[in-house]
């Protein structure tokens, strides 16, 4: 079982240019999520889903968009990179988007310079 | 709107001393708790989950934790540390069923075990 996997494990873009963030789960996981860790401020959801099709704004959406045409993927979009999106993304999933707990990927570290 | 507080952020212990990483939150509505582990360079990793039902929760690696719910806590404790312990954790909280699984995490606390 793979898991949770995101793809790049580290990326340096340069201000305005945009890329996306690839994050495939295995686990037939209706629920997933998008996070970004930034030194002692812990996660913040960025954008989640509830299934193929469904997504919805986290708390720090502003900058970013995300689609899900499939249960295994979703990918979260950088468009116009600016140096305060430096930080590192996280991609989880979850069976049941109540009390199982999330599935992590391993996680991109990001710097926009 | 709900938040978790990690006292402290930065916890030193040495070897075989007591781990208590401390976790404060609030929620309107009967809360999912969570703790999860994070050693470097990789993601997180659930320790332990507290849903319904019996409020002290024994998770991963000789962790647990108590749902207090007068002091609106969820304190992590481990009897004795070891040295593979050193790592961060997250305590997070989510409005049970009706969030959508949506979690919100407290600051970290860096856990340094010293031999």
């Known amino acids: 079982n793979a898991g949770v996997t995101q793809t790049p494990k580290f990326r340096i873009l340069k201000i305005g240019q945009s890329m996306t963030l690839q994050c495939a789960q295995d686990m037939n996981h209706n629920y997933m999520y998008w996070y970004r860790q930034d030194p002692g401020m812990g996660l913040k959801l960025i954008y989640y889903s509830v299934g193929a099709g469904i997504t919805d704004k986290g708390e720090v959406p502003n900058g970013y968009n995300v689609s899900r045409s499939t249960t295994e993927d979703f990918p979260l979009r950088l468009e116009l990179a600016a140096p305060s999106q430096t930080s590192v993304y996280f991609c989880?999933?979850?069976?049941?988007?109540?009390?199982?707990?999330?599935?992590f990927g391993s996680g991109t570290r990001l710097t926009v310079v | 709107a709900q938040s978790v507080t990690q006292l402290g952020s930065h916890v030193s212990v040495s070897e075989g001393a007591l781990v208590l990483l401390r976790c404060n939150y609030s929620s309107s509505v009967p809360p999912y708790l969570f703790w999860y582990v994070q050693y470097p360079n990789q993601g997180l990793q659930l320790l332990l989950k507290y849903t319904t039902g019996a409020t002290l929760v024994k998770g991963i690696n000789g962790f647990e934790a108590e749902f207090k719910k007068s002091e609106t806590s969820f304190h992590l404790t481990k009897p004795s540390a070891h040295m593979s312990d050193a790592a961060e954790y997250f305590c997070a909280v989510s409005d049970g069923g009706s969030s959508y699984g949506k979690l919100t995490f407290g600051q970290g606390t860096i856990l340094t075990v010293h031999p």
């Open positions: 989880a999933s979850s069976y049941n988007g109540g009390g199982g707990g999330y599935t």
